[in-house]
């Protein structure tokens, strides 16, 4: 059965950081990219970032170079590293599972055939 799992959200001040996990089961995740996505109220779902089973990272022009996606196939987890936290940034953000090993095109939530619950993630001061 596939799950996906997410955790490591929380309240952050601007400035600070912090790490998402995304714990994935019933697939390996060599064959399927992943994405992490973000919704804040009132807003549509956006793309953050897309990893590809390679290794190859795609990232939001309002994220690159702060956030960092990674992966370990050991513990079969996606990961979200996210720095220079800024209060835009607050939203509950999601992982889920491209159809394919590809990111081309990750923001269209129509992509992907399974989703995480979500984790909040806010940053105040």
């Known amino acids: 059965q596939v799950q996906l799992v997410e955790s490591g959200g929380g309240l952050v001040q601007p400035g600070g950081s912090l790490r998402l996990s995304c714990a994935a089961s019933g697939f390996p995740l060599d064959y399927y990219a992943i994405s992490w996505f973000r919704q804040a109220p009132g807003k549509e779902r956006e793309g953050v970032s897309c990893?590809?089973?390679?290794?190859?990272?795609l990232y939001a022009d309002s994220v690159r170079g702060r956030f960092t996606i990674s992966r370990d196939n050991a513990k079969n987890t996606v990961y979200l590293q996210m720095n220079s936290l800024k209060p835009e940034d607050t939203a509950v953000y999601y992982c889920?599972?491209?159809?394919?090993?590809?990111?081309?095109?990750?923001?269209?939530?129509?992509?992907?055939?399974?989703w995480g619950q979500g984790t909040q993630v806010t940053v105040s001061s």
């Open positions: 889920a599972r491209r159809r394919s090993n590809y990111c081309t095109g990750y923001g269209s939530v129509s992509g992907y055939d399974y």
């Open positions: 990893l590809t089973g390679s290794y190859i990272p």
